[in-house]
């Protein structure tokens, strides 16, 4: 027998309250976690950097000055010290956070959209499952790096094609993710009543199965966005990214290894910012699976 209409909407208002719940207890797990919280503060201060880079940099990045070459950090009023060309490093760095975060965000967002997609259409549909699968079988036949090195060099050079590649990167993984949720999510009961009173595939997908597939996202868009910018300084320093004079940190190091003996400053200070960087999202990214669905794995 079909449930009754009331019974139909006690289910929706259980399946509507559970992914907010999860959240809020996600939250406050985060907000235990010491780890998290430093790798919070990190981002948030990149995203501070990033937003009011014009603002606390008393140098501009493209001005050159030759006749100051190499200062040492704290030298002259420059707290990182300057480049081959006098630019001052921290105000580089600080308009590099702007490049990073807006590749590694932007990326990370075209690549969920692209991946709930044909994640979503893979695991409801199951004849259209094996045709999606196997095409993102054949992305993963190329290992991520090289994918993205290729796409680049079609398109060429610039910030955003390193969007586009970046993005194309992240489809198969996070379609992969998303599809074995849907497998188990669209079994449930609540899915079983919206099929028998005869709501549309949109409804089912976007109102009913994806919000109870959230905490997958969530996490990978985390850890997405942290190997994006880890791939856009590969890029940047193979010079397939963002291109000169533009402050990424990638072309930093890149551009300061000529003198990493003379001036060590101009490769570590912009090595040791994108490890860090990559490193408290990776962290970040770990907790949030833990507090959200430790039983997720993201290496599917």
């Keep these: ?56 940099v008393a140098h501009d990045p493209l001005a050159q000055n030759l006749s100051a070459t190499y200062l040492s950090p704290g030298s002259d009023g420059h707290w990182l010290g300057t480049d081959q060309y006098g630019r001052d490093v921290w105000s580089r760095m600080a308009h590099g956070a ?15 959209i692209g991946g709930t997609i044909l994640g979503l259409t893979a695991g409801y549909f199951r004849r259209l499952d094996g045709i999606i699968m196997r095409i ?3 992305m993963f036949a190329f290992p991520n790096i090289l994918l993205a090195l290729l796409i680049v060099a079609i398109l060429g050079p ?16 996070i379609a992969r993710i998303l599809r074995s949720r849907v497998l188990t999510v669209k079994k449930q009961e609540f899915i079983t009543a919206q099929r028998s009173i005869g709501a549309s595939y949109p409804r089912i997908l976007f109102k009913h199965i994806l919000p109870n597939c959230t905490a997958p996202l969530i996490v990978v868009g985390a850890m997405e966005i942290g190997t994006a910018i880890l791939a856009t300084a590969a890029l940047g320093y193979l010079g397939l990214g963002a291109q000169p004079p533009a402050p990424e940190w990638g072309a930093m190091v890149s551009e300061g290894q000529e003198y990493m003996f003379n001036a060590p400053h101009l490769v570590l200070i912009p ?25 997720t794995d993201i290496n599917k």
Excluded: C, Y
Excluded at 98 to 112: E, K, M
Excluded at 158 to 173: G, Y
Excluded at 279 to 293: V, Y
């Design 158 to 173: 610039s910030i955003v094609n390193t969007i586009i590649a970046l993005s194309i990167w992240a489809i198969p993984s």
């Design 136 to 138: 993102l079988d054949l």
């Design 98 to 112: 702007r490049i990073s975060l807006f590749v590694g965000i932007s990326a990370t967002a075209l690549g969920l």
């Design 1 to 56: 027998m079909g449930k009754s209409h009331a019974e139909l909407e006690g289910t929706q208002i259980v399946e509507k309250k559970q992914p907010r719940s999860l959240l809020n207890e996600a939250i406050r797990q985060v907000l235990r976690n010491r780890l998290a919280l430093i790798s919070l503060v990190v981002i948030l201060i990149q995203i501070f950097m990033a937003i009011f880079a014009p603002w606390i």
């Design 271 to 295: 090595g040791i910012v994108i490890m860090i960087s990559v490193f408290a999202f990776n962290l970040f990214g770990d907790a949030l699976r833990d507090a959200l669905d430790p039983k």
